[in-house]
């Protein structure tokens, strides 16, 4: 089983950068691909970015592509979620999250699920 914790989240103004991160534990080797979603109230949840574990190709939703970015520390088992130019829009609950598919996946490609972080963005 693969345990998940985020951090990072926070307040920022529209324009700001943060940065998420994602520390991984137990049988991590189990799972291809990491993901961000996030989750707006009265939304459903959505994708953001994925990436796989080995090779690092990444895939992104296209509202937040050109402005964040995924990556991975093998060696930490740790996932990152790069944010900038960020928009009151992003405002949300982020996930992190292990899983079987990197390339253009839905929640139920991802069993595994953090506690959430929130991100909120003021305009």
């Known amino acids: 089983q693969v345990q998940l914790v985020e951090s990072g989240g926070g307040l920022v103004q529209a324009g700001g950068s943060l940065r998420l991160s994602c520390a991984a534990s137990?049988?991590?080797?189990?799972?291809?691909?990491m993901g961000w979603f996030r989750q707006a109230p009265g939304k459903e949840r959505e994708f953001v970015a994925a990436?796989?574990?080995?090779?690092?190709?990444?895939y992104y939703a296209a509202s937040v592509k050109g402005r964040f970015t995924i990556s991975r520390d093998n060696a930490k088992n740790t996932v990152y979620l790069q944010m900038n130019s960020l928009e009151p829009e992003d405002t949300a609950v982020y996930y992190c999250?292990?899983?079987?598919?990197?390339?253009?996946?839905?929640?139920?490609?991802?069993?595994?699920w953090g506690q959430g972080t929130q991100v909120t963005v003021s305009s």
């Open positions: 137990g049988r991590t080797f189990s799972s291809n691909a």
């Open positions: 990436i796989r574990w080995s090779g690092g190709d990444a």
């Open positions: 999250a292990a899983g079987s598919s990197w390339y253009h996946p839905g929640v139920a490609d991802f069993g595994t």
